[in-house]
């Protein structure tokens, strides 16, 4: 089996939905959805049978999923894991917008101590993909909220971003792209009263199975940081929450 398409460049939270997979009857028709986001050459090498293997292993974690999740999420699990490919390929569009971004009616600096804002799209393409995940990325996921923006009956309306050393998009790095998050809460949490300040920030610094968190109170807001990288960046993640309050 060679088919003559593929590769189409599609916006992973722009692809279709696994509702739509579903309703496919055809295995050409299935054929034709997944090789949009793989290059012709790869679709080319694969054997009629682990085509079908494929084409029945998206259908399975589509099954598992909510009916509004991207197909493109089980089409990009099933090739890397299953079938041998590699991110070569697979063909998407992945922009990694820079500078400043507006999440809410929040600004989050594009760079702050070394670190770069996650955008709001580039989350959306992040979350597409690895909504379907190896068991071993399950606490990973697990640690990210999918809604940047939330009403909670503890904190009131919280805004987040998520922030990031890597250049390249996450969509490609994967599940292990979280270095640090910044949040505008309304709650403040009792576990920074009295603690060391950094910059002006308190701080708790984390250790080898915890997270630093840092907060201030300004502009009427509670502001929060948190490093995802073992504890070992206090001083960064209270400079992210200064330069997060510098734009609000």
Known sequence: MAPAYGGSAVRPSE????EGYADLMTTQEQLEVVGQFLTADYLASLDENVMQE????????????????????????????????TWDDIVLDLPTPRGDTVIGDVTFPGEARG??????????????????????????????????V???NIDGMSVQAYYTWETEPITK???????????????????????????????????????????LRANGWTWYGWDFEDGDHTAETAALVNAVVAVN
């Open 54 to 85: 494929v084409l029945n292993n998206v259908a399975y974690e589509c099954s598992q999923g909510d009916y509004d999740s991207p197909v493109v999420g089980a089409v990009v699990n099933t090739v890397l894991s299953y079938a041998g490919a």
């Open 173 to 215: 790095v994967g599940c292990g792209f979280p270095t640090a998050a910044a949040t505008r809460s309304e709650g403040w949490a009792r576990m920074l009263d009295g603690v060391p300040l950094i910059d002006g920030v308190a701080c708790v610094p984390g250790g080898s199975h915890s997270n630093d968190t840092c907060g």
């Open 150 to 152: 939330s009403e909670s």
């Open 15 to 18: 692809s279709r939905a696994c």
């Open 115 to 148: 670190l770069r804002v996650v955008s709001q799209a580039e989350f959306d393409d992040f979350w597409a993909v690895h909504w379907s995940y190896p068991p071993e990325q399950g606490a990973c996921i697990g640690q990210l909220n999918r809604d940047l």
